[in-house]
């Protein structure tokens, strides 16, 4: 057969089984399984649409760590990760694939490592509460067991020669304070963390503000101030001194200048005003204790100062009531230091020390002036303490018990005591006698009837506090790893037994506050 006959033969098989039939030999069969195209129907349990059945990536050890994503292998990748691995602190890793299980927080204390000053201890994270026996930094804030944090109120100005703190019931804490560069009583409040801009409440260069100063915060959450005022101030001398009180209101506005006493018209002479005190009762009325050195009060003798008393007659009316000398005095000046408290009944305590109780002798003395507001009444006076007792502070417990802490100046040491009124004697003990102590001495109670003193080390240059925790005294440095400071203290206790202090830094000339327990 030819080559030509042949290929006309297979023209024409090809044109029977393709052409003619319309049919490719290659197709699938209704009954085969396919293997190459996607786009038809199957049954299989793979991912994919195609009939043929693949292997689950998912029951695929990638890793061949031992588990499959199916297994809970959070990562396949990585033969170091899986369930049951031992989780690797600080590798940004969840080697043990349980979320729960913390990588950068070992203990759990809600601080990564990095901010975290021990990632092994719970109890220590940045502003937890310092346990100043546990020997750790609980806070974080690179100390150890300091009962007190320490920071600047006010580095502008020389300021805080004298000040005073006291918390308002949101826990604001008002602070009013002398600007010496300024003569200036200046304000300042700190809101959570941080201190607000400062503002002046009265004085200027020439007429000093706050040389000596008090104040609280009343029921209403006003902050008084009782203050001197020293007008025709020169280098050398203080001349013309008045007692002036102000407030606060409600919309954050001073309402100040009020004339407790003194006259403020240039050529005046007056002298009142030194170791000024004040209290408020329930009604938020306040009362004044301050030194008359002008020669105006019932002097008797050879007319030495004395301790005065004053008051409003009613808070909304702010018009002085009454007035009335509560010493008189034979040897030398009496009211210096001086302390005024209400008791929960609003009975009115007072405190001074009498310089002229005896020929070459001082005294601390109290009394309380009973009915004074009507009748100008007092009780008998009693002697707390035999000596010259400096800075005498006087505070009330909660069975309105009242109890004084003060320098025994002659020893420089720190004295407290309460008067029993069963015997109407007052039982004083020594406090801290390491160094000399007991400058500007404050005292406060905290609801426990746990007393505080602070007051300053002149030895140290510090500032010092002593504690009774219902057992015994434990006294300490709060502030004074450098530089000079704790002169002129302020104390308040806030409603959660927190305790804050203002202080002078004689170094730099700042205002220090600190906070703690």
């Known amino acids: 057969m030819s080559a030509s006959i042949l290929f006309l033969l297979s023209l024409s098989a090809c044109s029977n089984g393709w052409f003619g039939g319309g049919k490719d030999p290659e197709a699938d069969t209704a009954n085969e399984a396919d293997a190459d195209t996607d786009a038809d129907a199957d049954s299989d349990t793979d991912t994919d649409t195609d009939a043929d059945t693949d292997i689950d990536p998912d029951t695929i050890d990638d890793d061949g760590d031992g588990f499959t994503e199916e297994d809970g292998d959070c990562d396949d990748d990585n033969p170091d990760v899986g369930p049951g691995e031992t989780e690797i602190p600080y590798d940004g890793l969840d080697n043990d694939c349980d979320p729960a299980t913390p990588d950068d927080d070992l203990d759990g204390d809600g601080f990564d490592d ?3 000053c021990d990632d092994d201890d719970e109890n ?3 502003g937890a509460p310092e346990d100043y026996s546990d020997g750790v930094d609980n806070d974080c804030d690179g100390k150890v067991d300091e009962r007190f944090d320490l920071e600047v109120a006010d580095s502008s100005c020389d300021c805080g020669y004298t ?3 006291d918390v308002d019931s949101l826990g604001g804490v008002h602070v009013a304070y002398l600007n010496t560069d300024t003569g200036e009583l200046t ?30 915060v009343d029921n209403a959450d006003q902050f008084q101030v009782a203050y001197s005022y020293h007008q025709n101030l020169t280098s050398s001398s203080y001349y013309d001194s008045y007692v002036l009180w102000g407030y606060m209101d409600s919309s954050g506005s001073w309402d100040a200048d009020y004339l407790v006493d003194g006259y403020l018209e240039t050529g005046d002479s007056y002298d009142v005003g030194n170791y000024v005190s004040m209290s408020h009762d329930s009604s938020n009325v306040p009362a004044f204790l301050y030194q008359d050195a002008s020669g105006v009060s019932d002097i008797i003798g050879l007319g030495y100062a004395t301790p005065k008393i004053r008051t409003f007659q009613d808070f909304s009316l702010l018009s002085l009531d009454i007035s009335s000398s509560l010493d008189v005095t034979y040897w030398d000046d009496s009211g210096l230091f001086t302390d005024v408290a209400h008791d929960s009944t609003d009975t009115l305590h007072a405190v001074w020390v009498d310089f002229g109780a005896s020929f070459g002798s001082g005294e601390v003395q109290y009394v309380r002036p009973k009915d004074y507001i009507s009748t100008g009444a007092l009780s008998a006076q009693e002697t707390v303490w035999e000596g010259y007792g400096y800075w005498t502070s006087l505070a009330m417990k909660s069975d309105n018990t009242p109890c004084v802490a003060f320098q025994d100046s002659e020893n420089a040491d720190v004295l407290y005591g309460c008067r029993d009124s069963s015997t109407e004697q007052w039982n004083i003990e020594t406090v801290d006698s390491s160094g000399s102590v007991g400058q500007g001495t404050q005292l406060a109670f905290n609801s426990k009837d746990e007393p505080y003193i602070v007051y300053y080390n002149e030895t140290s240059g510090a500032l010092r506090m002593s504690h009774h925790n219902g057992s015994a005294w434990s006294s300490f440095q709060v502030d004074g790893a450098s530089g000079n400071v704790g002169q002129f203290p302020s104390i308040a206790i806030d409603s959660s037994d927190g305790v804050h202090v203002t202080y002078y830094d004689l170094t730099n000339g700042y205002l220090l506050y600190a906070v703690g327990e």
Do not use: E, F, H
Not at 190 to 215: A, E, F, K, M, Q
């Open 124 to 126: 220590s994270y940045p």
């Open 114 to 116: 990095a901010d975290d």
């Open 187 to 216: 304000y300042s409040k700190r809101s959570g963390s941080s201190w607000g801009s400062s503002s002046v409440i009265s004085g200027n260069s020439t007429n000093w503000s706050g040389l000596y100063l008090d104040g609280r």
């Open 163 to 165: 000040s005073v703190v």
